[in-house]
T-cell receptor
C-alpha cells in the first residue's frame, strides 16, 4: 500500500540534544513538507522541498534542519537551538503529475516529540 | 504574518443541521484551497479542495465556496453528523510551493 510513514510515533529528548524525525513516502511524490502543531496554533510550516537536493524554509525554520537526498525521504532534525521543541510534528507530500502539481497533501500520522 | 485565518476557534451544531466553517486569506497568489479534518494525535485527512478559478465545489455532504473578491472561503456540511466532530483546518497553496494552514476550528456535532 502506498503511503507516507513517520517514525517514531512518540519521541522523548533531553534538553540540549539533537533528534531526527523520519518521514518516508512511497507515493512517488515530488514535494514534501514538515509542519508543527501546537495547541491553538494550527499547523505551521517548518520546511518544504519541491525536488531532491533542494528545500526552502517555511515560517518557523529556526532551530530545525532538513535534507532531501532521496525523493522518498525528508528527515527533520530538531536541534538544540530550537527553544521550545515539544510539539506534534506532521510530514506531508504532494504529487506532481504530467498535467502539473496536485493539490491534495497526504499526511503521515505524526510524531509527538517531548523534551524532558 | 498569518496568511490563512480561521477566526472561530470552535463551533457547536445540532445533528442534522448545517455546519458552516469559515476561512479568510490574505495572499491573492494562492492557486488552490483545501479543507482537512483532524482527530487528536493523527495526521489530517483530506476532505475537499477548490481551485482559485472556481467558486464552488461539492462532494457529498461537503461543499466549499470561494469568494475571491472577499478572500474568503467556507465549508458547508449538510447534514451534520456526530462523526463529523473534529478539528477542521483550512489550507491555501501555490502549486508546488508553500501550503499554508489556518489555526483550525473545533466542530462539535451534538446528537
Amino acid at each position: 500500500d502506498g503511503g507516507i510513514t513517520q517514525s517514531p510515533k512518540y519521541l522523548f529528548r533531553k534538553e540540549g540534544q539533537n533528534v531526527t524525525l523520519s518521514c518516508e513516502q512511497n507515493l512517488n511524490h515530488d514535494a514534501m513538507y514538515w509542519y508543527r502543531q501546537d495547541p491553538g496554533q494550527g499547523l505551521r510550516l517548518i520546511y518544504y522541498s519541491q525536488i531532491v537536493n533542494d528545500f526552502q524554509k517555511g515560517d518557523i525554520a529556526e532551530g530545525y534542519s532538513v535534507s532531501r537526498e532521496k525523493k522518498e525521504s525528508f528527515p527533520l532534525t530538531v536541534t538544540s537551538a530550537q527553544k521550545n521543541p515539544t510539539a506534534f510534528y506532521l510530514c506531508a507530500s504532494i504529487h506532481r503529475g504530467d498535467t502539473g502539481w496536485g493539490t491534495e497533501a497526504f499526511f503521515g500520522q505524526g510524531t509527538r516529540l517531548t523534551v524532558v | 504574518d498569518q496568511q490563512v485565518k480561521q477566526n472561530s476557534p470552535s463551533l457547536s451544531v445540532q445533528e442534522g443541521r448545517i455546519s458552516i466553517l469559515n476561512c479568510d486569506y490574505t495572499n491573492s497568489m494562492f492557486d488552490y484551497f483545501l479543507w482537512y479534518k483532524k482527530y487528536p494525535a493523527e495526521g489530517p485527512t483530506f476532505l475537499i479542495s477548490i481551485s482559485s478559478i472556481k467558486d464552488k465545489n461539492e462532494d457529498g455532504r461537503f461543499t466549499v465556496f470561494l469568494n475571491k473578491s472577499a478572500k474568503h472561503l467556507s465549508l458547508h456540511i449538510v447534514p451534520s453528523q456526530p462523526g463529523d466532530s473534529a478539528v477542521y483546518f483550512c489550507a491555501a497553496g501555490v502549486y508546488g510551493n508553500k501550503l499554508v494552514f489556518g489555526a483550525g476550528t473545533i466542530l462539535r456535532v451534538k446528537s
